[in-house]
């Protein structure tokens, strides 16, 4: 106790002790009655006291997954539970709502992602690319060759032996362009499933253009060798050889764009977002499925359910009520307030309050005795195990730190909430001269004592030292064994007669 709380309960004792002796000395003419008290040797324990409650030191909330309303309780409250057993299960009807469009956004996501994979050219669409190109430039080639010689044709043996290699280059064009693609077809497109993807069926439209190019360069060349065994230059030779060589040149114009386009495509971008986007869904689905899970509320640990009054707020079945409650069936509850709780009851502690003008005296270890209002007949031996690094307010508006102390062998008599108060020993002195705490007085800062000897009050000073809630210790002044007033005082006069109670 802080050294004004004493003083201040000195002063409310004289007021009442002058109240006492002025009665008695107006029925016992001039002498004091008094009480005394005998001065003692002996320990004395210096303690600070503060009120508080029993609090679970072991306790685990039950938290809902997600907002919802309550479809069941399974439990009663009080009543005794294993680390799993079902509290209470949520109403899951919205949360397989939430998996199943969770679902459903996985699978659209797997969808563009593969999509976007088919998309991007293979190594056999680039191959079939450079085939198309290789062959459209030898259509192309030949037909050039062709219409030279349609423009130049005679009956000479020079002029029929260059008609006859036209025809010659001619066939080979057409046979490479013919075995690209079949090629193409029966290895790459024909195996693709459909639909298939459209620069499959554009670099086999380009294989078949340069296989018929041949074809007619191949007609032309075979046309123009007869007219040159026949006759000299054939006009409808000629315009048909040059027709047949601007198509090879576009054809082959064609093969070189369509592989200019597979060689820039490049989906790297839009494949790293569609597999982000799988990732993201993925994550959302696993969430879904762990709150579904969850909707079953769980013990997670042994010991006794306690119902939270703050813990749930009742559904529109409650309009009216208090805003909060404990849960029942069809309770709103949410992950911000946890409507179960789970508590060891074997490890139970008192939390005291202790004022901030005190707490710097109390460490861990130190012993106290605890004291429960609702069991006046009993006081707990303990210590102090926490004292906690941030304050409190009172409830009148003061600051004050949480102390813990362990609370054992109170069996089912102490409940959680129970009010009481500890008693928290901070020194120990051994073997001190000490008076009752009320027995001294102050006069501007001098300290002095009634000693009661043979009728008469004898005024001594002394000099104080530690002081409890019920006795001072006197460092020079009195002896053990002296008689020190504690009850008349305000009345008291050096030399006065008393009369002893």
Not at 168 to 191: C, I, L, Q, S
Not at 217 to 243: C, D, E, F, H, W
Not at 451 to 462: Q, T
Not at 469 to 482: P, Q
Request: glycine residues 8%; without cysteine; charged residues 20%.
């Amino acid at each position: 106790m802080s050294k004004g709380r004493v003083i201040a309960a000195i002063v409310a004792l004289l007021i009442i002790g002058g109240i006492v002796a002025a009665v008695t000395i107006g029925g016992n003419g001039s002498a004091v009655e008094v009480s005394v008290e005998p001065v003692e040797r002996g320990p004395i324990a210096v303690t600070v006291s503060a009120s508080g409650e029993v609090k679970a030191d072991e306790k685990g909330d039950v938290f809902p997954p997600t907002a919802g309303t309550l479809a069941s309780i399974e439990v009663t409250e009080g009543q005794e539970v294993r680390a799993g057993d079902i509290i209470a299960v949520m109403d899951t009807a919205p949360i397989e709502a939430q998996v199943a469009q969770a679902e459903a956004a996985y699978e659209a996501a797997l969808a563009q992602a593969d999509s976007i994979s088919q998309s991007s050219p293979t190594t056999a669409d680039k191959k079939a690319a450079a085939a198309a190109v290789s062959a459209a430039r030898s259509a192309y080639d030949a037909a050039s060759r062709q219409y030279e010689l349609a423009k130049k044709a005679t009956v000479d043996p020079t002029a029929l032996a260059q008609a006859q290699a036209a025809v010659a280059v001619a066939e080979t064009a057409y046979n490479t362009a013919a075995a690209a693609y079949e090629e193409f077809k029966t290895t790459v497109y024909d195996p693709a499933p459909e639909p298939r993807d459209p620069a499959l069926e554009t670099a086999l439209a380009a294989l078949a253009m340069a296989r018929d190019q041949a074809a007619s360069t191949l007609a032309a060349a075979r046309q123009n060798l007869a007219l040159v065994q026949s006759s000299g230059p054939n006009p409808a030779a000629v315009a048909a050889a040059k027709t047949a060589k601007d198509q090879a040149w576009a054809a082959y114009q064609g093969a070189l764009a369509q592989q200019a386009k597979l060689d820039s495509t490049d989906l790297g971008a839009a494949s790293t977002s569609a597999d982000a986007a799988v990732e993201a869904a993925k994550t959302a689905l696993d969430l879904a499925l762990a709150t579904l899970e969850k909707a079953t509320l769980r013990a997670p640990m042994d010991g006794v359910v306690v119902f939270n009054d703050a813990g749930a707020s009742l559904g529109a079945a409650g309009l009216g009520a208090a805003a909060s409650t404990k849960a029942t069936v069809g309770s709103s509850v949410s992950p911000a307030a946890a409507p179960f709780s789970v508590v060891y009851f074997d490890q139970l502690v008192f939390s005291a309050e202790v004022d901030e003008a005190d707490i710097a005296r109390l460490a861990p270890g130190m012993k106290a005795v605890v004291s429960l209002d609702a069991l006046p007949d009993e006081t707990y031996e303990t210590s102090v195990e926490r004292v906690e690094k941030t304050s409190i307010v009172t409830s009148t508006g003061g600051t004050a730190f949480s102390v813990l102390m362990r609370l054992s062998g109170v069996g089912d008599k102490a409940l959680i909430g129970m009010n009481g108060s500890a008693d928290i020993e901070v020194e120990s002195i051994g073997e001190a001269i000490s008076v009752p705490v009320e027995a001294v007085l102050d006069d501007n800062g001098t300290s002095y004592v009634y000693v009661i000897s043979d009728d008469k009050a004898r005024r001594v000073k002394v000099t104080t030292g530690e002081m409890t809630d019920t006795r001072a210790v006197i460092l020079s002044g009195v002896k053990e064994g002296d008689k020190v007033a504690v009850t008349g005082l305000g009345d008291l006069t050096d030399g006065a007669t008393v009369k002893v109670k």
